[in-house]
């Protein structure tokens, strides 16, 4: 079985550059979760989806982050513009169920921002 | 909203010996308590999960039991291998739609 796939795994980029990082959860999963990872605050739950429908997304941090899901099997998270600060490991995670049913993440992004 | 601490931040066993990982919450209403392991370069993998109608579950080497009264769950690894190296996060929920707050993780090393 397939897990959570994440792309890309690594991405550098400069300051002022859109980033888009996407997501494809596990088949018949139907809640998606996007976490930020850093040394200094841990993992953030930053939004996440039910059925496609965006529950909660308190935890983005501005108005530069965007997350979608057009459909059950494909997600994005896009910063536009990106600043040094967003420099973090990036996960998706899927579940089925709500939030509180045990989630299975993939691998993550490694963003860098120069 | 709800609080996770999480201690100790780094933890030294000799291979065989036991580890404990213990963490609090804030919330009363918080009733699912996730153990997560997380290797390097990868994602945290579940291991364990416990919800507030049990005080106690095992799955081989590994338990977590749980003190709803003092707010505070426990995670227990017995007889510790070199594979279990790695970041353990404890975190907690409540009701369907509250969010999940991972605690800020236990670095584990296991000494040969």
């Known amino acids: 079985d397939a897990g959570v796939i994440q792309s890309p795994r690594h991405e550098v980029t400069e300051m002022g550059q859109e980033v888009t990082l996407r997501c494809k959860p596990i088949s018949g999963h139907n809640s998606l979760f996007w976490y930020r990872q850093t040394m200094m605050r841990g993992l953030e739950l930053l939004i996440y989806?039910?059925?496609?429908?965006?529950?909660?997304d308190s935890g983005m941090p501005e108005d530069r982050f965007s997350a979608k899901m057009p459909n059950a099997s494909f997600s994005t998270l896009k910063i536009q513009p990106s600043e040094p600060r967003d420099s973090a490991v990036y996960f998706c995670?899927?579940?089925?169920?709500?939030?509180?049913?045990?989630?299975?993440f993939g691998d993550g992004t490694r963003l860098s921002i120069l | 909203g709800e609080n996770v601490e999480q201690h100790p931040s780094t933890l030294s066993v000799q291979e065989g010996d036991s580890a404990v990982i213990k963490c609090t919450y804030s919330d009363s209403a918080s009733n699912y308590f996730p153990w997560y392991k997380q290797e390097l370069g990868k994602g945290p993998q579940l291991i364990i999960d416990i919800r507030s109608n049990v005080g106690e579950k095992k799955d081989q080497r590994i338990a977590v039991t749980l003190n709803k009264t003092a707010k505070h769950f426990s995670l227990h690894i017995t007889e510790t291998q070199p594979e279990d190296s790695a970041v353990y996060f404890c975190a907690a929920s409540g009701n369907r739609d509250d969010k999940i707050i991972f605690g800020k993780g236990t670095r584990l090393h296991i000494l040969p």
């Open positions: 989806f039910n059925n496609n429908v965006p529950i909660d």
């Open positions: 995670a899927s579940s089925y169920g709500p939030i509180n049913q045990p989630q299975h």
